[in-house]
């Protein structure tokens, strides 16, 4: 199943729970405008390349458009698509005043220098400018992208239309960016991790975790979860996966990545096992935080968590997803699980409109506050009426958004 039809899936589920009319699910499924565009790229070694970018505008009936911008060799348009979707559901189930969109460009981030970043990045910009801004649609960082990309974005959205720091978030602090942005989706993660674990009376001392994928949100979820005594097993990138059962010093291995241009390649603080067997390790929880689709048919079986929080967007397949669920394998599902982030984006973007400073301590306790909240509805509900968590989430989320539509005479 494609990105979009695998999000596809799990709202006609959801709508079907809600008995939701086809109409409606029609007008919330669409995308509403959907952007392709030609990135001309000039390398340092003066040679052209043609870059294909993309920017799906999911739903805005509940506000202006929010997801981040990825730059991945395997992004296209049904991903973007997916991904936009998912967005519009994220920021309903945090109740957060937006709807969902998201961007990519195809073109594996690890081979771009920065100027070639930059270029990329403003090229880009010149293309959607007329369709983002801060009352309509919101970038921010994803998988290949990070605060530089956001400080670019809001200095070439400037040239065509004035100065408006709320037109991107995830901006580095000194440049109108928030405190607490970077950490905030791997917080969000762990923090939700910690409620998970005390809801199925578990509890977080020496429970072990596996975590692939060590860019912001996988090490940020590690050095939340290390520093709440869980045991961090194992970690990985791109470059391959670590493990130790007595537990990653997960200090090092961030200090060694700060060293290391990013990655983990050479890290020496555990046994190097091939990337696909993180997977399938028996630990207590297991957290991707990296690509799409990496748990499906094929590994399904040899997973053995029996707790998954999804920290990647779309981890899972639904095949996978179904096997998952009648195994009963606890899975805190992306939309609720990666939520930290845009929760913090929203606060960023406020603060912005207000030409006012808010502390780490504030992000952190609203951030803290916005979640337990949104975990707390999702699990009770679920628990009640004897339906899996992410249909759950994509029932809140969806009510949310259908009711906005209606009030807004769309339905
Ligand atoms: N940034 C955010 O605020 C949010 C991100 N997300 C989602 O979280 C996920 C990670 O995003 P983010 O941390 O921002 O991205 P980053 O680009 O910061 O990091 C991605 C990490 O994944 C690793 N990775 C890539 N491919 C593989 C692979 N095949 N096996 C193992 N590891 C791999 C990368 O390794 P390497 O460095 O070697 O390339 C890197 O460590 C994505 O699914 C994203 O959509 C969700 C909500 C918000
Ligand atoms: O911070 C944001 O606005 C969006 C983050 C994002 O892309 C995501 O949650 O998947």
Not at 103 to 123: A, Q
Request: glycine letters at 10%; proline letters at 5%.
């Amino acid at each position: 199943m494609k990105a979009f039809e695998a999000v596809q899936h799990y709202f006609h589920k959801a709508a079907h729970e809600l008995g939701m009319a086809s109409p409606m699910r029609k007008l919330l499924i669409t995308p509403e405008r959907e952007l392709t565009v030609q990135i001309p790229l000039r390398r340092d070694d003066g040679t052209l390349e043609t870059l294909v970018g993309y920017r799906v505008q999911h739903n805005s009936s509940r506000g202006p458009m929010k997801g981040g911008l990825r730059y991945h060799h395997e992004v296209d348009l049904d991903e973007v698509r997916g991904l936009a979707s998912l967005m519009t559901w994220k920021t309903a189930v945090v109740n957060i005043p937006y709807g969902g969109a998201k961007g990519g460009v195809t073109v594996n981030s690890r081979n771009l220098s920065k100027d070639e970043k930059e270029r990329i990045t403003r090229k880009l910009i010149d293309s959607i400018h007329q369709v983002i801004g801060p009352d309509l649609d919101i970038p921010a960082p994803d998988m290949g992208t990070s605060h530089e990309e956001m400080a670019w974005i809001m200095n070439q959205y400037a040239k065509y239309n004035g100065f408006n720091p709320g037109v991107v978030t995830g901006k580095p602090v000194e440049f109108y960016g928030i405190p607490g942005r970077e950490e905030a989706t791997g917080r969000g993660v762990g923090l939700l991790t910690l409620k998970t674990l005390a809801r199925l009376g578990r509890k977080a001392p020496g429970t072990s975790v596996a975590i692939q994928g060590f860019g912001n949100v996988g090490s940020h979820t590690a050095k939340f979860l290390s520093e709440a005594d869980c045991k961090i097993v194992a970690i990985a990138d791109r470059t391959g996966a670590w493990y130790d059962p007595d537990g990653i010093d997960v200090r090092a291995a961030l200090k060694y990545v700060c060293d290391n241009e990013g990655q983990l390649d050479g890290f020496e603080g555990g046994k190097r096992i091939p990337g696909e067997e993180l997977l399938e390790l028996e630990v207590d929880v297991l957290i991707p935080a990296a690509l799409g689709g990496v748990i499906h048919e094929g590994n399904v079986e040899k997973v053995k968590a029996p707790i998954i929080i999804e920290a990647a967007n779309a981890p899972i397949t639904p095949e996978a997803d179904d096997r998952l669920h009648e195994r009963g394998v606890v899975v805190l599902p992306d939309i609720l699980a990666n939520a930290g982030g845009v929760t913090v984006s929203y606060f960023e973007w406020a603060q912005n409109r207000q030409f006012y400073k808010w502390t780490l301590d504030r992000v952190r306790g609203e951030l803290d506050r916005t979640l337990t909240h949104a975990f707390d509805e999702v699990w009770d509900r679920a628990k009640e009426k004897k339906i899996g968590l992410r249909t759950t989430a994509f029932m809140v989320g969806i009510e949310r958004v259908a009711r906005a539509a209606e009030l807004a005479g769309l339905g």
